[in-house]
């Protein structure tokens, strides 16, 4: 037996460096809890706070539906970008992260180089087909220091891996259901978006994909 072998823990999570910070995460949202008990999770959320179209401080709906989890919820409305304490729509806080979506967060940070990362905040993106992502920068969060872990569940997307500039080429990386990917170091500020959604059916999921981003933001 290979040494390699011999050091197999429970897992050892096949890993693609995307570059210096950004490593993606086959699979690994199933590491620890099956499929059924991460998507019962975010129903807990979306019952407390349905998804809804948000519009942007330009006054454009947004074809990805958002709700959020957490102390914090990323929010957008004609007075711009934010993050709130509370739901605008019901004025209530946002509902709290599920435990076993905060332990897939941490494992998967741990897992990209990134000790000790507790999200306060969880975006919750729905993706029906043709919805889209345009290319942009998350730095709305106050600490770039903390990486941004993603959770792709459902039908697969096309995820726009672009530079330190708009106007750089953006790699092209598909996204498949319970891939997760750390985005750190040099890589957290980089531009990135989601090509518009194919059609397709996921088993569990039906015709749509959810995304989680788990941020520090406070
Ligand atoms: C790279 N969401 O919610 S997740 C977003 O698939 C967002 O819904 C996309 O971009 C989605 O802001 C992409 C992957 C992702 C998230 C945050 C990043 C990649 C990132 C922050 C910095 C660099
Ligand atoms: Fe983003």
Redesign the pocket.
């Known amino acids: 037996m290979t040494t390699r072998q011999l050091s197999l823990g429970a897992f050892d999570p096949p890993r693609e460096e995307l570059g210096p910070g950004a490593v993606l995460l086959r699979r690994f949202a199933f590491s620890y809890d099956e499929e059924r008990t991460l998507v019962a999770a975010i129903d807990t959320i979306v019952e407390a706070a349905p998804f809804r179209h948000m519009i942007t401080p330009g006054g454009f709906r947004m074809s990805v539906a958002m709700t959020n989890a957490g102390a914090l919820g990323w929010v957008t409305d004609l007075s711009g970008y934010r993050y709130t304490p509370r739901d605008p729509e019901s004025d209530r806080p946002w509902p709290a992260i599920p435990s076993c979506l905060l332990r897939l967060a941490s494992r998967a940070a741990k897992s990209g180089g990134f000790d000790g990362f507790v999200p306060d905040a969880c975006l919750v993106n729905r993706y029906e087909p043709e919805a889209r ?1 345009t290319l ?3 730095k709305n969060e106050r600490d770039f220091a903390a990486p ?1 872990v993603s959770v792709s569940l459902g039908i697969p997307a096309v995820f726009l891996w672009g530079g330190e500039k708009r106007n750089d080429t953006a790699k092209r990386v598909p996204l498949a259901h319970g891939d997760v990917v750390v985005w750190g170091g040099p890589s957290r500020l980089r531009f ?1 978006g989601v090509l518009p959604l194919k059609d397709d059916e996921h088993p569990l999921l039906g015709r749509q994909r959810l995304n989680l ?1 788990f941020r520090k933001a406070g």
């Open positions: 992502m942009h920068q998350d941004i990135h981003t």
